[in-house]
């Protein structure tokens, strides 16, 4: 790994979180990733499964961990099961989870082999009565492949269909939701090294450079600074492209006069950072330019403000959407007409601002985390307001992660990172 060791008192903790809420005689398994095939034998690079990651650190493929807090033996309230290492592997593949660095990295005391897995298991599953399945009930979930969580379901309920089954993802939903010191430390960390990464490619862009020289100059910052890359597919679209939402191609030069939108950002230690700048390609904002760009700040500044405990989601965007409002009619992309006109469903302000302000981040980019019940202290989520003007040939976003505090404001974990006119024009002109 290129991060550093994380305290496993982290996952202790998760642990007990989320044992504390187990049904009594109850068993949970959560399974790693799969490697993902390309094709021959080329494989895509390994990304842990964030649940298994959240509960014990292991970074590894083939690794399952077993929770079980009424064990009767006392060894097997948590288990981790990790591939054998030898000689062999080392040399072949380097160093690999032995079973003390498994016990170093996650505070868990009885590590096993995988192979004697379904041994151990089926005498575990003997003393229980409950099995936690963990299904992926994440609200924008779209899998097509069958994860090695699933096969492990699968057989499990084949083969134990006498034994009453229990859904895990309620459970990591609301922990997870809620992030320990550790976590912000670590998602600081993130966003410092996205920073890094801005703060280069202000001194890179000019007029003439292509998309994708940005996202390299990107690319060679986070890495450099012991992130993986990047914590989700960049999007660096200028002109006309700011107005695909999900633009990842980057491979289209910038011109003088264009805005760029910049929504990239790294990961660390598999926590995401999600950013979004907006800059202008010749280093200076047109009066136009800055006008929008003002009104997405305005809307970016007071969404922010919302983000107290007891905020409730879907009322939160229903807030910003009537301050996007009164922006949009300010900058006369919206008449009152449209207002009284508008389908409540879909409201007229949308025609320029069609996504989301605020989502989760954590593990996930679009971290898990519950929506439907009031915020709460230590979520952190992103605010990310855009104004999308295709007929301008300019599309505005700007997005920072947040940390919503016991009192008051929430932190701000990108406050550094530059976003006032002046600041970005000062900088660019150096
Ligand atoms: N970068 C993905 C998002 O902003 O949600
Ligand atoms: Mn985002
Ligand atoms: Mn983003």
Redesign the pocket.
């Known amino acids: 790994m290129k991060y550093e060791l994380i305290p496993s008192t982290l996952f202790k903790k998760n642990r007990k979180k989320f044992m504390a809420r187990m049904k009594p005689k109850s068993i949970a398994v959560f399974n790693s990733n799969d490697i993902y095939p390309i094709s021959a034998d080329s494989t895509m690079p390994f990304q842990q499964h964030r649940d298994l990651f959240y509960l014990s650190g292991a970074d590894q493929e083939e690794t399952v961990l077993v929770l079980f807090p009424s064990a009767l033996d006392k060894k097997h309230r948590e288990i981790l099961f990790v591939r054998e290492t030898n000689d062999h592997i080392a040399i072949w593949e380097g160093e690999k989870l032995t079973k003390e660095k498994a016990t170093q990295v996650s505070g868990i005391h009885t590590i096993y082999w995988l192979k004697d897995f379904d041994k151990i298991f089926f005498d575990l599953m003997t003393e229980a009565e409950t099995i936690y399945l963990n299904t992926n009930e994440h609200y924008r979930q779209a899998v097509v492949t069958q994860t090695r969580e699933d096969r492990f379901i699968e057989k499990t309920k084949q083969k134990f269909p006498a034994h009453l089954v229990a859904k895990s993802n309620p459970i990591l939903q609301e922990i997870r939701g809620i992030k320990e010191p550790e976590e912000i430390i670590l998602m600081q960390k993130a966003c410092d090294i996205t920073e890094k990464g801005f703060r280069r490619v202000l001194n890179f862009v000019k007029p003439g450079v292509w998309e994708y020289e940005i996202e390299a100059e990107l690319l060679h910052e986070f890495v450099s600074n012991r992130s993986k890359g990047f914590s989700?597919t960049p999007?660096i679209a200028a002109g006309n492209s700011a107005n695909v939402l999900h633009y990842i191609e980057n491979n289209r030069q910038c011109q003088k006069g264009d805005l760029i939108l910049m929504?990239v950002?790294a990961e660390y230690a598999n926590y995401s950072s999600?950013l979004?700048r907006t800059i202008p390609v010749s280093g200076t904002f047109n009066k136009r330019q800055k006008e929008v760009y003002l009104a997405v700040l305005r809307v970016k500044n007071e969404a922010t403000k919302m983000l107290v405990p007891g905020t409730i989601w879907a009322e939160y965007h229903k807030e910003v959407g009537k301050i996007m409002t009164s922006e949009l009619l300010g900058l006369g992309l919206l008449d009152k007409a449209d207002i009284q006109n508008e389908d409540k469903e879909w409201p007229a302000y949308k025609k320029y601002f069609m996504h989301g302000t605020s989502?989760h981040i954590g593990l996930d980019?679009?971290d898990y985390g519950q929506l439907k019940t009031p915020m709460k202290a230590n979520m952190v989520f992103?605010v990310?307001p855009g104004i999308y003007i295709p007929d301008e040939k300019m599309g505005i976003r700007l997005?920072d992660d947040v940390v919503i505090q016991e009192k008051g404001a929430p932190i701000n974990l990108m406050k550094n990172i530059p976003i006032a006119v002046e600041e970005i024009e000062q900088l660019m002109a150096n």
């Open positions: 989700y999007i929504d950002a999600d979004t989502h980019t679009h992103t990310e997005e």
